[in-house]
Nanobody, 125 residues
Framework: QVQLVESGGGLVQPGGSLRLSCAASGFTLAYYAIGWFRQAPGKEREGVSY????????YSADSVKGRFSIARDSAKNTVYLQMNSLKPEDTAVYYCAATVPTPPNGLDPDEWDYWGQGAQVTVSS
């Protein structure tokens, strides 16, 4: 059974950092595309960043480039999202997702099959 469990969310001040973790079970993460998405109140879910299953390339939304980074630890079957220079507009529930093969538009949430339960990230002073 495919399962994804996020952790590491919380409250942080603007300019601060957080690292989210997503532990996978029931499948080998290294063979899947793995991504992070977020959904702010009243808004649609949007893609943040993902790793291509074919070659490990990373793709990120313009809004987080230079601030967020995604990384995969195959030994731990876990993927991380390091978030730096956080802004209030980054406040959202963050989800990790997995699918295979990598979708043509990897930042489109509709292209992904397996989802975690989400982790709340709140950026506020």
């Amino acid at each position: 059974q495919v399962q994804l469990v996020e952790s590491g969310g919380g409250l942080v001040q603007p300019g601060g950092s957080l690292r989210l973790s997503c532990a996978a079970s029931g499948f080998t993460l290294a063979y899947y595309a793995i991504g992070w998405f977020r959904q702010a109140p009243g808004k649609e879910r949007e893609g943040v960043s993902y790793i291509n299953s074919y070659d490990g390339r990373i793709y990120s939304a313009d809004s987080v480039k230079g601030r967020f980074s995604i990384a995969r630890d195959s030994a731990k079957n876990t993927v991380y999202l390091q978030m730096n220079s956080l802004k209030p507009e980054d406040t959202a529930v963050y989800y990790c997702a997995a699918t295979v093969p990598t979708p043509p538009n990897g930042l489109d949430p509709d292209e992904w099959d397996y989802w975690g339960q989400g982790a709340q990230v709140t950026v506020s002073s």
